[in-house]
């Protein structure tokens, strides 16, 4: 038995069509067939049953059918595994995040990165409020920040650490009338247009976290509007445009950031960064450590080791 077998039979188990499975494979039907016949006769066991109406998965094709996937998830990870060790000087790193959450750490962390690993390659991609974890996963990037992340729908798979704490502001323009004001109440800016990160009916986490203090506090904003990302953000604020729920350290010169007078966790934005579990990716080992040893995570916790 080859891995070439359990390709060809999960592929036509999921198309239960022997043509459709050879078309996609690129092989001929008889020669698609034959692989079939000589894994089964290896298991032991019919796996495929045909009819006119179809291919259909038996019993026992069923359960080999569960295995033989997770089989060849193992297998694709282990092979991207070694390109990563491989290539340890010479591959590329990926993070995603909110720009204002890495932009406090890059010029310590990404310029230590760099002078140990020169000839890496590190992509960074800019995602707004959006979730992380679901690239994570999938391994489509090494490492990640976050806000506000759900501890319970995180899994066992990705490793996380609070960064620091912080409480939501009122991000409103220069010449807002509020502007000038030390600290701002939310029924102070009721009735005013709410901007958002994100693509119109994403409900991304900006988004959620806007519809979530503004519920809690019974504000009825005039709308709430999403704007594509952080740079236009801050421009349409600057213009008052709207107003946005944000965190401390905005630099935008045509923006002004005020705390709130309101108190509560629904105020509160955590930052954290996330990587997978049991990495052997040496380039985000050692780019966790690096964070690790450059950020003293809040309240004095210490951060979890990369594994």
């Not at 592929?11 to 008889?30: G, K, T, W």
């Not at 109406?53 to 033989?68: L, M, S």
Request: proline letters at 2%; aromatic letters at 6%.
């Amino acid at each position: 038995m080859e891995l070439r077998h359990l390709r060809y039979f999960v592929a036509v188990a999921r198309c239960q069509s022997f043509r459709r499975a050879a078309e996609e494979l690129h092989v001929s039907q008889p020669a698609l067939s034959k692989q079939i016949r000589d894994l089964e006769e290896s298991v032991g066991a019919r796996l495929l049953e045909r009819s006119r109406r179809g291919t259909k998965v038996t019993e026992a094709g069923e359960v080999f059918h569960r295995e033989a996937k997770a089989i060849l998830r193992h297998v694709e990870r282990a092979a991207g595994l070694a390109r990563d060790t491989a290539n340890e000087h010479h591959g590329r790193f990926e993070i995603m995040g909110i720009g204002a959450v890495y932009k406090q750490l890059q010029t310590r962390v990404l310029t230590r990165f760099h002078r140990e690993h020169p000839k890496v390659d590190i992509r960074i991609r800019e995602v707004g409020f959006q979730d992380v974890l679901a690239d994570l996963r999938r391994e489509k990037i090494h490492f990640g920040y976050t806000v506000n992340i759900d501890e319970q729908a995180v899994g066992d798979e990705v490793r996380h650490a609070m960064l620091w704490l912080a409480r939501v502001c009122i991000a409103v323009g220069k010449e807002h009338p509020l502007a000038g004001r030390k600290s701002v109440s939310l029924r102070e800016i009721e009735g005013e247009r709410f901007l958002c990160i994100g693509q119109e009916g994403s409900n991304g986490l900006h988004r959620r976290k806007t519809e979530e203090v503004l519920g809690h506090y019974g504000v009825k904003p005039e709308l709430i509007q999403e704007i594509g990302g952080e740079e236009s953000l801050y421009s349409m604020i600057g213009a008052n445009y709207g107003v946005a729920l944000t965190f401390p350290g905005v630099t935008d010169d045509q923006v002004v950031t005020l705390p709130m007078k309101e108190r509560g966790e629904h105020l509160e934005m955590r930052f954290s960064a996330v990587w997978r579990k049991n990495s052997r990716s040496l380039l985000c080992r050692s780019f966790v450590e690096m964070l690790r040893e450059e950020k003293e995570l809040v309240a004095g916790q210490g951060m979890p080791e990369a594994e």
